[in-house]
Structures are given as C-alpha cells and as structure tokens.
Nanobody, 123 residues
Framework: VQLQACGGGLVQTGGSLRLSCAAS????????LAWFRQAPGKEREFVAA???????NYADSVKGRFTISRDNAKSTVYLQMNSLKPEDTAVYYC??????????????????WGQGTEVTVSS
C-alpha cells in the first residue's frame, strides 16, 4: 500500500480545508487510516483515525472542528478541517499499517506514511 496526501494550503483563522489521502496497492477496505500532524519543533501527534470497523476517533484538540471520512470505492480518506486556528499549522500526514490494526493513536503503530501536506493558518 502506498499513500498520497494532498489538499494543504494557506488559510485564514476560521477557514476550512479538506485534505485527501489516496491509497494504492489494495486492501483499503480492511485498513485503519489515520491523520497525524507535526508542527515545527514538535513531535508528531495524532489527529484522527478511521477504522475499517466503522469507528472514528479524534484528538481532543480537533473534536467538533475536524471530521474524518473515507470512501472505500475510491480508496481515499479525507480530513475536513473547519474553524481552523493558528495552532493547527503543521505538516499533515496520513498513515496506515501493513498488519491488522483496529485503532491506534501512537504514530509508532503505523508503518506506511504519505508524504505530508502542509497546512498554514494565518492569524
């Protein structure tokens, strides 16, 4: 499986962006897909995840503002980001695992990563 993320950009505070992550290589329907982000000088942190079981989870910092969704027919996972804040500025990465993974919030649980897409929120 390979992941290709896109959709980042520059947006003002309060604005919205939708990130996409397209998977190739098969098996998408049985994969848990997650979004992480990494701001300059900070560790990579969990943002949201969509399990193949149908459950979704979010970091507390984005609950109520971000929505993760997936289109299994297109092998794509999305991250709709609304009410963006300057502290959301980061490089956003999508990730999955080669092995069976129901849900995980630690980046070490994922071993397939997209290339990252940069999100900048201006104040």
């Amino acid at each position: 499986v390979q992941l290709q993320a896109c959709g980042g950009g520059l947006v003002q505070t309060g604005g919205s962006l939708r990130l996409s992550c397209a998977a190739s290589g098969g098996g998408f329907n049985s994969k848990t897909l997650a979004w992480f982000r990494q701001a300059p000088g900070k560790e990579r942190e969990f943002v949201a995840a969509s399990s193949f079981t149908g459950s979704n989870n979010y970091a507390d910092s984005v609950k109520g503002r971000f929505t993760i969704s997936r289109d299994n027919a297109k092998s794509t996972v999305y991250l709709q980001m609304n009410s963006l804040k300057p502290e959301d500025t980061a490089v956003y990465y999508c990730a999955t695992s080669r092995s069976l993974l129901f849900m995980a919030f630690n980046p070490r649980s994922y071993d397939i990563w997209g290339q990252g897409t940069e999100v900048t929120v201006s104040s």
